[in-house]
């Protein structure tokens, strides 16, 4: 499909969507699990039904430049929505489905949406509730009909029937829509993402067609996909990744989308379509080793023991035989039994037998949970990016991959480090400008096109590969002068299962201490095993026996940071499991699972106090948000304990 | 129905029919003890209808007596215009009545799918002989028959147990399965034995929007007994209150909720 230059005609998502449906008709463009099998349509059934929803959306008054929010989880009828709103001049807004009524009220009141989206009942009911708080919001659509009889439908429509309606009234529109089409350009918004932001309200990322449809058209190339891949759509809408994946290279390349069932059966699904292309944050992997170890922990002595065996081979030779270098033809032969007995077994269960490329980025991913992968087959590779690049700033091609970086600028991407240290890039995805915050645009990026990404990073000499340390305004200075990077010590904290997340202070002060919330998964299972009883996630995370367990891999890490000369001061003295998940819901997190530093640093301010006064012990009380928004509190007593620091003389020696 | 001019609107906008059911001076003994006295009320074709009371009040003796499991001393049942005498299980089946128990009766060795499909028995023409070849006619009708059980888990929401056990599932969802089964025989009424007992909240809610749905898409008239007040006074239409096997209430919500009698029987300090 890849040609080498975009032709005039393809500067938008529905020219593309016109050329598939045209060249490629009788291909599956979208699939959707429902009602227990596979339901599918074709490139052609498709446009069919986007232009049957454009027709239906110009009924409804729809003008130029008008904003459409959709919020709901990954199913096709919100992705044609998408382009359904783009083919009338409209600019697509994907929310975070999971987002809070308050979220939801800031985003739709900045972006003036006149159109909402929703999946079902659940989000309908969430904008239904802002509406008073939010001007502009004339229609509310659901795809979904289940409880919305009684609903005042005044202002409210079902998709289908907007749908029916616009078949029906094509007669009257269809001119007007094809004009609409047709003015569509390179500079035409392509689709507006509000990132989640790790500090401060979120911001509206303004993408052309020209954005997403170069960057599209390079990174397809760059891994070669085609009409014949198969991805698995399941990482929320708003989230710029899936609509380049879902949408921008969909369209260009032409391979097919897949849409779970819903959320509860994603892992079923990746089975049963076992997509040759393959994206998940490092979470989804971790999740899944730990539940290989976990059955593994519970499988037949014979069984375990062959799988210790071949997974050693494949440790040792796996990752080599991926990446094409020279192995003895003996431990091919193992490799071989290996992939017989163990490794294509295993892939199948978990889904990845056919994957072709996967990618995982949005954090850094342990090594070994990178090697694991690799060392079954699987071509794992790591990329970096964010909103404002389309995606794509750097990413590892194939045969040069490594767990501690992130690899090249990615086609068409200039790539330069500040004397800060700080990252910058300039690429055709560069992002056109945040909606409504001319101020906030210029910070961000300069007249020649250069962006600030806000990470602190270097490109390594021998390989040429950009390798990220943190957040540029995070890594600070200690007390004493010496460098601090929070995020470094977490990454290596957050590889053990056993630790969910870590948040680590030290900025301005004399030593470095954490907080650590515990992976009720892994350690409620290691509880089981070890018979420790526990009622509740708060009383597991103060059992002594998990305390003790935890300061091994404290003392660990500040073992392996010990052995950095440059980062050596960033060793954990003191550190506290907290009795509470860092939620989302709560502000602890951003919607995509990042930890907001300074949010927790003033929430739990009487727990941090504690750590650096020398007490060992802390009582607190904490407000939590329920699912629905109720707000709760609960009450703890935290027991705060001290680390082994590797010496100054260790150090010496390490280097 | 058998007559629709007397339809009502409920304040939310759901149509109230006709009587669909109605008992007439029900009483029933065993031996020497009575667990029914006298007892008259209806039931109205797309209401939810709760029967609530103490322990012991003879709230799960009525449901029996309403599906036909029990059959009254004295008294009639009439339904849809037509007095009810002694039935078999699969008579009142046939009839259009499905129910929940208060204890989950489901086949634990076998899948969620597969229990669902049970409640379909009745709807099925094939015979043994055919099904077990599983050819021809048999083949559509199971296909056709999947299909409606697919409706019915996407709508209950318990895809993602489709393929496990039920002798796997906590409590909540093996309720919910219950549900389900029930849902598939297609009933015209039916009848929740305390659906929620033993529920957290969460899966209260769950529980509680799953059956104003079921009354609100398919139509299905709905009898429930229930302890939680919050969920009954929230739920339903009309309540019928017993107390030592005789009825000392019935009404709407607000209407139950100030009988003076209701008050000092049951409700009382408990909800103030």
Sequence with gaps: ???????????????????????????????????????????????????????????????????????????PALYWSMVAAQMCGAVPVPLYQDAVADEMAYVLDHCGARYVICGDQEQVDKVLEVQDRVTGIEQIAYLDKRGMRKYDHGHMNALADIAAEGRAAHQRFDAELDARIAELTYDHVCVMLYTSGTTGKPKGVVLSNRNIIETSRNSAEFDSLGRDDDVLAYLPMAWVGDFIFSVGQAMWTGFTVNCPESAATMMTDLREIGPTYFFAPPRVFEGQLTNVMIRMEDAGRLKKRMFDHFMEVARRVGPAILDGKPVSAIDRLRYGAGNLLVYGPLKNTLGFSRVRVGYTAGEAIGPEIFDFYRSLGINLKQLYGQTEASVFITQQPDGEVRSDTVGVPSPGVEVRIGDTGEVFYRSPGTFVEYYRNPESTASTKDAEGWVATGDAGFFEEVSGHLRIIDRAKDVGKMADGRLFAPKYVENKLKFYPNILEAVVFGAGRSMCTAFINIDLNAVGNWAERNNIAYASYQELSQHPKVGEMIEAHVEEVNRSVAADPMLSGCQVHRFLILHKELDADDGELTRTRKVRRTIIAEK???????????????????????????????????????????????????? | MKDTADTDTTPDGRKIGGVLMEMKNITLRFGGVKAITDIS????????????????????????????????????????????????????????????FQNIALFDGMSVLDNIMTGRLTLMKSGVLSQALWWGPAEREETHHREKVEKIIDFLEIQNIRKTPVGRLPYGLKK?????????????????????????????????????????????????????????????????????????????????????????????????
């Design chain 2, 41 to 100: 009320f209806d039931i109205r074709d797309g209401e939810i209808r709760a029967i609530i009371g103490p322990n012991g009040a003879g709230k799960s003796s009525m449901l029996n007596v309403i599906s036909g499991f029990y059959v009254p001393q004295e008294g009639e049942v009439w339904f849809k215009g037509v007095r009810r005498g002694p039935m078999r299980p699969y008579q009142v089946a046939r009839l259009g009545i499905a129910r929940t």
């Design chain 1, 1 to 75: 499909m890849a040609t080498t230059a975009s032709k005039p005609e393809l500067q938008s998502i529905p020219a593309l969507l016109a050329r598939n449906a045209r060249d490629l008709g009788t291909l599956p463009a979208y699939r959707e699990k429902e009602y227990g099998i596979w339901q599918s349509w074709t490139w052609a059934e498709t446009a069919d039904e986007v232009r049957a929803l454009a027709l239906g959306l110009m009924s409804l008054g729809i003008a130029r430049g008008d904003h459409v929010a959709i919020i709901g989880r990954n199913r």
């Design chain 1, 604 to 655: 739990f301010a009487d727990l941090i106090d504690a750590l650096y006064s020398g007490r060992n012990e802390i009582y607190t009380e904490t407000e939590v948000t329920y699912e629905d928004g109720r707000k709760g509190r609960i009450k703890a007593t935290l027991r705060i304990r001290d680390a082994k620091v590797m010496a100054a003389q260790e150090r010496m020696a390490a280097e």
């Design chain 2, 176 to 272: 919910r399965v219950e549900l389900a089964r029930a849902l598939a025989a297609e009933p015209k009424l039916l009848l929740l034995d305390e659906p929620m007992a033993g529920m957290n909240v969460e899966e209260k809610e769950d529980m509680s929007r799953f059956i104003l749905d079921v009354n609100d898409e398919f139509g299905t008239t709905i009898v429930l007994i229930e302890h939680d007040m919050g969920v009954v006074m929230d739920l339903s239409d009309r309540v019928v209150v017993m107390d030592y096997g005789k009825k000392i209430g019935d009404g709407t919500p607000d209407e139950v909720r100030n009988n003076p009698d209701v008050i000092s029987a049951y409700l009382g300090v408990a909800h103030d």
